[in-house]
């Protein structure tokens, strides 16, 4: 005879909680924290100027952010000033793109021509358009920014048209009933069931904007940056500034992309998509 399965035993197949998926993650770093100090602090398989040990990475952290020592404080600096950058970039490509896109959303003309382009144009690394920038605004802060707001632009416009493109005809039609029409349907029906999609269209911008920053501002000097800290680890053959400064660029984009994907949930479990966990 086959009974019940207990209330507290999870279905096979079924997801994950929120917990579980934090902890098997820190289970994770903590394994890679292990392994890492095996090869470095323990069996001293590299010199510690080739490939630092985790004590020497979190000393080259805490004087950048509130230590004293040679780099007392510019870590802190370097993150206020990339910060400060990227937010305004990806501000400005997130209204830029999402204007873009209604209209290629609404006129399929523009959308067979510039949506076109931009599908070609977002293949193209954001370092190959670093020169471009730089010969066009100068080697300043301008050029870095131009690049920050192309490389969130155009995944923007794209996610924006493509998901009004999903729309199901259904609901056009229900609003063309109820009397909505031009520009109001598109505001008003369309636009609102493509936001779902529009919000992952938003956390790809976001990591196409925050990669294309770092590797805009290794090329601007004396700005205050976490790319110009790379360049100084780099110049001064500071491995463990290097992989702090990486380190820090993981964290701040993760936990930005965690901010997004907690939006994109609460929405698309506001529209029936998923069921809380």
Request: aromatic share 8%.
């Amino acid at each position: 005879m086959t009974g019940s399965l207990p209330s507290s035993r999870r279905e096979k197949g079924a997801a994950p909680s929120r917990w579980q998926v934090l902890g098997w993650q820190l289970l994770g770093l903590a394994l890679i924290l292990a392994v890492w100090w095996l090869l470095t602090d323990k069996l001293q398989l590299y010199p510690p100027y080739v490939f630092p040990g985790p004590s020497a990475v979190w000393t080259e952290i805490s004087y950048g952010l509130w230590g004293t020592g040679p780099q007392d404080g510019k870590l802190l600096a370097a993150i206020g000033g990339s910060l400060r950058r990227v937010l305004t970039g990806y501000v400005a490509a997130v209204v830029l793109g999402g204007v873009v896109g209604l209209l290629m959303g609404a006129w399929w003309p523009l959308r067979a021509t510039l949506g076109a382009y931009l599908t070609g144009l977002q293949s193209v690394p954001s370092i190959a358009f670093v020169p471009f920038a730089i010969l066009f605004f100068g080697l300043n802060e301008r050029a870095v920014l131009a690049v920050v707001i192309l490389e969130g632009f155009i995944p923007v416009a794209l996610a924006v048209s493509g998901a009004l493109l999903n729309v199901p005809p259904t609901l056009r039609t229900a609003g063309r009933t109820l009397g909505a029409s031009g520009l109001g349907l598109l505001l008003r029906v369309s636009l609102p069931a493509a936001l779902p999609n529009v919000l992952s269209g938003l956390r790809t911008a976001w990591s196409f904007a925050w990669r294309a920053l770092v590797g805009g501002e290794l090329l601007i000097a004396g700005a205050k940056s976490l790319g110009e800290q790379l360049e100084v680890g780099r110049n001064t053959a500071n491995v463990a500034l290097v992989l702090s400064t990486i380190l820090i660029i993981g964290i701040i984009g993760g936990v930005f992309d965690a901010l997004l994907r907690l939006v994109e949930g609460r929405v698309r479990r506001n529209y029936g998509l998923e069921v809380g966990a």
